[in-house]
């Protein structure tokens, strides 16, 4: 058996060589990556508290967009046991290497459940699976409108009632796009916050900053309403839930 040091130092290796993977992609493609670096422990354990604050029971959690696994394994770590985890990435390279990160994993296969990566894009996602948490890191601001539109309204389908939402989006890229993209690129990623403007006004529970990820970004919290019956008898109605 590795003692620790060994094991420690695969582990830098490994996240090493993640980040090495990682910025080559974004060379390759940084629209469809959306980031010039994986996102921080910070960042991660932000995006993971709903999963936490559920305490021990069993969950069903779907992580979208999980680029080489930074925040999947802040998941695998506050998964309960029995749980459920799908991962859900659209490029190939890092699907790979997410599953190659399960499979080594020491807590993937300690009584944490099932755990199973999907290429795909979340929105074909072929799934009748509801769940409790989800997790998005997909770049929203490098999408049109109407496929964030798309994307919001499938993951709203995919959760239980009661479930929550986290995604992130990087603070002052709004500025930075108006200093350096066309106008139609500025007015694109315009029209897409006005759209995830729409969901939060409708079910965000919670937002804040965290600093400490390159860049800073903004975590937001939405929730599913929850379906509850009026006391005086009259027919359910759907209510959200506070923050």
């Not at 582990?11 to 940084?30: K, S, Y």
């Not at 199973?116 to 601001?141: K, N």
């Not at 200093?179 to 500025?186: K, L, P």
Request: glycine residues 8%; hydrophobic residues 40%; proline residues 6%.
């Amino acid at each position: 058996m590795d003692d620790w040091t060994t094991s420690h130092d695969r582990v830098l290796a490994q996240r090493n060589a993640e980040g090495w993977m990682f910025l080559l992609e974004a060379a390759r493609d940084l629209r469809a990556t959306g980031a010039i670096a994986p996102s921080s422990r910070a960042l991660g354990r932000s995006l993971t508290d709903p999963v936490a604050e559920h305490g021990p029971r069993p969950l069903t959690v779907m992580e979208a967009g999980a680029g080489t696994g930074s925040v999947t394994r802040a998941l695998i770590g506050r998964l309960s046991p029995n749980s459920r985890l799908d991962v859900v990435e659209a490029n190939a390279r890092f699907a790979a290497q997410l599953r190659h990160l399960l499979h080594d994993h020491p807590r993937s296969a300690d009584g944490r459940g099932c755990i199973r990566v999907h290429h795909a894009l979340v929105e074909q996602l072929d799934t009748d699976r509801r769940y409790d948490v989800i997790v998005s890191g997909l770049p929203f601001t490098n999408f049109t409108p109407a496929q964030v539109e798309t994307i919001m309204d499938r993951y709203m389908e995919l959760l239980q009632p009661g479930g929550a939402l986290t995604y992130f989006a990087y603070r002052g890229t709004r500025y930075a796009r108006a200093m350096t993209a066309t106008r139609a690129e500025a007015r694109r990623h315009r029209d897409v916050e006005e759209v995830l403007a729409g969901y939060q006004r409708r079910y965000a529970t919670g937002c804040r900053t965290v600093w400490g990820n390159l860049p800073p970004a903004k975590v937001w919290q939405l929730r599913r309403p929850v379906r509850r019956a009026a006391r005086t008898g009259a027919p359910a109605a759907m209510i959200g839930v506070g923050p």
